[in-house]
């Protein structure tokens, strides 16, 4: 029986367990058979891409311009199984070697296991479900009283600070997870996750980022390959 250590590890999902982002490529699955909604989609995403960059709008807008397209109004059991395909095909081929073997070093240990990632939670949880952890926090998705997707989110973008928010809230919910005994250790590659590293006890930067990997040293955060 492996050994209880009240230990937690968060992982954030894209570019750290993943060796690739995965809402482009999950918005990619859903329109490959639909060429006549490719054109519109590219110049919505790109758009509100470069509206985002500079600062008019929200990041979560440019999710909401590519479901516009390709999502809103889809059956929740449509999305689910669409999830499911995409999350089989990461889990089998999409993962960093170095990040299979951090989960299943902190799995033999018996430390809790969770995921925090601004993608949208029908991919988090199809993944989060096949590699057997229980704990995630994502963007919720909406639906309607149809149960057909809606275009906006049941839930702030989770991202930056707003990862800090939710894990806090999470803790509240489940105090087990959090005892005075309990190191817990944030896995991210990137700059935008600082807020939560630093709140974590301990920070890993895996594969960082330019920002992250020059931040760093000053912050104590191992740096760590994972795609060796």
């Known amino acids: 029986m492996s050994k209880v250590s009240g230990n937690l590890a968060i992982f954030d999902l894209d570019y750290t367990l ?16 639909r060429p006549h909604l490719w054109v519109p989609l ?15 709008f929200p990041r979560a807008r440019v999710k909401q311009a590519m479901m516009r397209w390709c999502m809103v109004g889809k059956p929740k059991a449509e999305m689910l199984a669409a999830a499911d395909k995409f999350a089989r095909n990461e889990v089998e081929n999409g993962l960093r070697p170095g990040g299979i073997a951090a989960l299943s070093a902190h799995k ?18 199809a993944i989060a479900r096949r590699l057997d952890i229980k704990h995630f926090l994502a963007t919720d998705m909406a639906w309607d009283e149809d149960g057909r997707l809606s ?17 806090k809230a999470y803790f509240g919910e489940n105090p ?18 600082l807020d939560i590293m630093q709140y974590c006890d301990k920070g890993i930067a895996v ?18 390959n994972w795609d060796i």
Request: contains cysteine; aromatic residues 10%.
């Open 207 to 224: 594969n960082p980022d330019r920002r992250l990997a020059a931040m760093a040293e000053a912050h104590g955060f191992d740096v760590v």
């Open 151 to 167: 275009p906006d989110f049941a839930s702030p973008n989770c991202y930056g600070q707003e990862k800090v928010r939710r894990l």
């Open 108 to 125: 033999g240990t018996g430390d809790n296991i969770m995921i925090v990632s601004a993608a949208v939670d029908i991919i988090v949880e």
């Open 176 to 193: 087990s997870l959090k005892q005075n005994h309990t190191i817990i250790t944030m896995y991210s590659d990137s700059y935008s996750d």
């Open 42 to 56: 590219l110049i919505s995403a790109g758009w509100t891409q470069y509206r985002y960059k500079k600062g008019k």
């Open 18 to 33: 993943t060796r690739r982002g995965t809402w482009g490529r999950f918005v990619l699955q859903t329109v490959k058979f």
